[in-house]
């Protein structure tokens, strides 16, 4: 009888700490030419981002973020390894990342995270070398190729196929502690998203809708074809904004959602005309450099607007030290703890 007690405790012992051990998760989400002030939360008027509104008002919204650098591969390499341009030397279309240059995946995985990446932008990914480090990385150029990216609006996988394949990935994984990855691409050009967000936006408009304009030469369209330009950008964004919900409604069902870390920013926003140049390129104006930045996290006060100066390296050095990971060689300040007294966006 004495045996049979000491053996019901020490098993009610192993069932009750396998049950109070919780799995860790952060998530660090990209989205492709998103511009902060298209967004509700930052004050657009039109209706793009209702479910990143949701999460900005229990987030802390930052105003002042910039990119490294103004297109994808310099500028998520930075995000990827928390150094400028110039230091991780990723910035033209045929460089890749050396493999002398340590990133934010490797340290986080030396650190006991595993670490995961589904990537919908190749330059954001395997194209340029980025995924030195991830025990798992998908993207359009190893995985995702055309014949199996499902339906698509831009030519690229959707935010929503990218975030069901994370989550069945994420379902089978049995990893305690988990970095994710993710890096959708509705928004990018050409703008596209399914009819009934583009006739939400367009408004009646019947005329030639430019998809992806003239990047500098001779494009000084009608007001009202350029009005159409932007809408359908902005319904590109709102149909990238539910997958965002997706997303959201995901890590709550599977109750990761209160205790994780999730920073939802931009690679690069884009330009609509303004300065007489459209999409993104190597132009520093801030509707190519200027980011969100969207942090839901232990120790980020719901609601708190912060005004400080932010940039893409402050991302993966935070997101480094909130893993327990190293911070040796990153020139970038703890979001917690530092303020940036400059930042650097160069190509």
């Given at each position: 009888?004495?045996?049979?007690?000491?053996?019901?405790?020490?098993?009610?012992?192993?069932?009750?700490?396998?049950?109070?051990?919780?799995?860790?998760?952060?998530?660090?989400?990209?989205?492709?030419?998103?511009?902060?002030?298209?967004?509700?939360?930052?004050?657009?008027?039109?209706?793009?981002?209702?479910?990143?509104?949701?999460?900005?008002?229990?987030?802390?919204?930052?105003?002042?973020?910039?990119?490294?650098?103004?297109?994808?591969?310099?500028?998520?390499?930075?995000?990827?390894?928390?150094?400028?341009?110039?230091?991780?030397?990723?910035?033209?279309?045929?460089?890749?990342?050396?493999?002398?240059?340590?990133?934010?995946?490797?340290?986080?995985?030396?650190?006991?995270?595993?670490?995961?990446?589904?990537?919908?932008?190749?330059?954001?990914?395997?194209?340029?070398?980025?995924?030195?480090?991830?025990?798992?990385?998908?993207?359009?150029?190893?995985?995702?190729?055309?014949?199996?990216?499902?339906?698509?609006?831009?030519?690229?996988?959707?935010?929503?196929?990218?975030?069901?394949?994370?989550?069945?990935?994420?379902?089978?994984?049995?990893?305690?502690?988990?970095?994710?990855?993710?890096?959708?691409?509705?928004?990018?050009?050409?703008?596209?998203?399914?009819?009934?967000?583009?006739?939400?936006?367009?408004?009646?408009?019947?005329?030639?809708?430019?998809?992806?304009?003239?990047?500098?030469?001779?494009?000084?369209?009608?007001?009202?074809?350029?009005?159409?330009?932007?809408?359908?950008?902005?319904?590109?964004?709102?149909?990238?904004?539910?997958?965002?919900?997706?997303?959201?409604?995901?890590?709550?069902?599977?109750?990761?959602?209160?205790?994780?870390?999730?920073?939802?920013?931009?690679?690069?926003?884009?330009?609509?005309?303004?300065?007489?140049?459209?999409?993104?390129?190597?132009?520093?104006?801030?509707?190519?450099?200027?980011?969100?930045?969207?942090?839901?996290?232990?120790?980020f006060t719901p609601g708190k607007v912060d005004e400080r100066l932010t940039q893409s390296l402050d991302v993966a050095k935070t997101l480094a030290a909130l893993g327990g990971a190293s911070t040796k060689g990153m020139p970038g300040y703890h979001l917690l703890k530092e303020e940036a007294p400059h930042v650097i966006s160069e190509y």
């Open positions: 009888m004495l045996r049979l007690l000491v053996f019901l405790a020490v098993s009610f012992g192993v069932v009750f700490s396998a049950q109070a051990k919780e799995r860790e998760l952060m998530v660090l989400v990209l989205i492709d030419a998103l511009r902060p002030d298209h967004m509700g939360a930052y004050g657009y008027d039109k209706p793009t981002t209702p479910e990143l509104d949701k999460l900005a008002a229990i987030s802390t919204r930052y105003t002042r973020v910039y990119a490294n650098a103004p297109w994808t591969r310099p500028s998520t390499a930075s995000f990827l390894t928390g150094l400028n341009a110039s230091r991780h030397r990723t910035e033209t279309s045929k460089q890749k990342l050396p493999q002398d240059i340590t990133t934010l995946a490797e340290r986080l995985k030396k650190a006991g995270w595993t670490t995961a990446g589904f990537v919908a932008n190749g330059n954001g990914g395997s194209l340029a070398k980025l995924q030195k480090g991830f025990d798992v990385f998908r993207d359009p150029t190893n995985t995702y190729t055309k014949k199996k990216r499902g339906k698509t609006y831009n030519g690229l996988p959707t935010g929503h196929f990218l975030v069901d394949k994370a989550f069945q990935w994420l379902d089978q994984d049995k990893s305690d502690k988990v970095f994710l990855f993710l890096f959708t691409v509705d928004p990018h050009d050409p703008y596209s998203a399914p009819k009934h967000l583009e006739k939400q936006f367009l408004k009646g408009y019947k005329g030639k809708i430019t998809r992806s304009p003239i990047w500098e030469y001779k494009n000084n369209y009608p007001p009202e074809r350029r009005k159409a330009t932007i809408a359908v950008y902005d319904a590109s964004i709102r149909y990238g904004d539910e997958a965002m919900g997706k997303l959201i409604e995901g890590l709550k069902k599977r109750n990761l959602f209160d205790k994780s870390t999730l920073m939802i920013t931009s690679d690069h926003g884009e330009g609509m005309g303004e300065h007489g140049f459209y999409m993104h390129a190597h132009h520093f104006w801030d509707e190519v450099v200027k980011i969100p930045l969207l942090v839901k996290a232990p120790g």
